[in-house]
């Protein structure tokens, strides 16, 4: 898009950041009061594995291979991702969503989609996904169920149909090649009855730059996902749940530590998203936030090593994260370790060890820097 402003990121320079933005991360979590690696073991047609993207940096911004496409399609989610000519469709959006996205694949180039993924099968998701079938051939449909009782869910279970294809249900774990980017498939690691946490998480890497696009997933799943030991570490953050408070927990976000959220959600819409919660902990993190809602389509390109980001719209930082640093406290508070078992909690825990088996931390931060980790029953 011809008006998108741009500019450049640089991910090194990102993670010479980390360990402030761990500490951040901590308070956060202090504050909010609330917390086997995948081994690719099936490879599924749609690329060339042994291609690898060429990691030099032009210092005249050449023209990048990899793409990300944060489409805005108001209170919902569609995410189109390119490498090498090769397209992806993540989510389409709401029923009415779905000749914008069409219009929009148009505006790309896109003329065949290896993959479409509905990430679950809520209306803001695979509503639009019904019309992109309906217009581009594609070579594989992925969804987390291969039944609904809803029309839209039919009406993209139909068109997958009339492709001759059949909505498939992949496996965690799961590997694609999308040209020379890498797409892993991450979650969800358990059953949920909650349609939010059956949100497929797809990890995609693109030389040493990361991806993460989550769904609708709520903090149960997210836990889950942390547990199963996935590797979560990305750059870039689809953020949860359109930004509700219902996602993006600490242990989650400690997990990942993006440079960059992005949230896709509509303006004014009644929800309330995102929620201060979130931008919250997104501010406490050192996160960078990116909005639809504010900055219409969001297009994150990659060379293999650096970013260029690109919004429709300018809005200054304070709008796009407007939370009061002083609303959420900046106080700490004190809490109590168990020198045996080296977990530290709040006072209130029920799990307090035995007063001779206590010692006492000023701070998150001073207990994190003792060796010491949070409580899962207490610190969420």
């Known amino acids: 898009m011809e008006n998108f402003k741009k500019e450049k990121v640089n991910p090194s320079a990102f993670r010479r950041g980390l360990v402030r933005r ?27 594995a042994g291609v690898t993207p ?26 189109l991702v390119e490498c090498d000519g090769q397209f992806m469709l993540y989510d389409g959006g709401n029923v009415d969503d779905g000749s914008l996205v069409v219009s929009y694949l148009q505006s790309r180039g896109v003329e065949e989609l290896q993959y479409v993924f509905c990430s ?23 969804s987390p169920v291969t039944e609904n009782s809803t029309k839209c869910f039919n009406d993209f279970v ?63 799943a997210e836990t889950d996902l942390v547990n199963s030991g996935a590797d979560l570490k990305a750059d870039v953050l689809q953020v ?7 996602s993006t927990g600490y242990l989650f976000l400690n997990a990942v ?21 979130t931008l919250s902990i997104l501010r406490d993190a050192g996160v960078d936030v990116y909005r639809t809602d504010l900055q219409g389509t969001i297009t994150i390109g990659s060379d293999g090593q650096n970013y260029t980001v690109g919004t429709e719209h300018f809005v200054p930082d304070a709008q796009l994260n407007p939370t009061d ?29 035995a007063e001779k088996n206590q010692i006492l931390f000023s701070s998150y931060q001073e207990a994190v820097a003792a060796g010491y980790t949070p409580c899962s029953s207490c610190i969420k």
């Open 325 to 353: 640093p002083a609303a959420s406290g900046t106080a700490q508070q004190g809490y109590i370790g168990n020198v045996n078992s080296k977990k530290f909690h709040l006072p209130s825990c029920a799990n307090l060890p």
């Open 22 to 48: 761990l500490l951040a991360l901590a308070v956060a979590a202090a504050l909010a009061l609330s917390l086997a690696a995948c081994d690719g073991s099936a490879v599924l047609p749609g690329g060339s």
């Open 120 to 142: 679950h099968a809520h209306e803001d998701h695979v509503g639009g996904l019904a019309a992109a079938l309906a217009y581009f051939p594609a070579n594989h449909v992925y």
């Open 240 to 246: 949860g749940h359109h930004g509700s408070s219902t």
């Open 158 to 220: 139909k068109y997958t149909h009339q492709q001759g294809l059949q909505v498939e249900v992949p496996t965690a774990g799961t590997v694609w090649q999308l040209g020379s980017a890498t797409v892993r498939l991450l979650g969800p690691v358990a059953q949920y009855s909650d349609t939010n946490d059956t949100s497929l998480v797809l990890r995609i890497d693109y030389g040493s730059t990361s991806f993460l696009l989550t769904g609708d997933m709520e903090k149960t």
């Open 54 to 79: 060429d990691h030099s940096v032009s210092q005249t911004g050449t023209e990048q291979s990899f793409a990300a496409h944060f489409i805005d399609v108001g209170q919902a989610l569609s995410v």
């Open 257 to 277: 530590l993006p440079e960059m959220g992005v949230i896709s959600c509509g303006a004014g819409n009644k929800y309330g998203h995102p929620h201060e919660e």
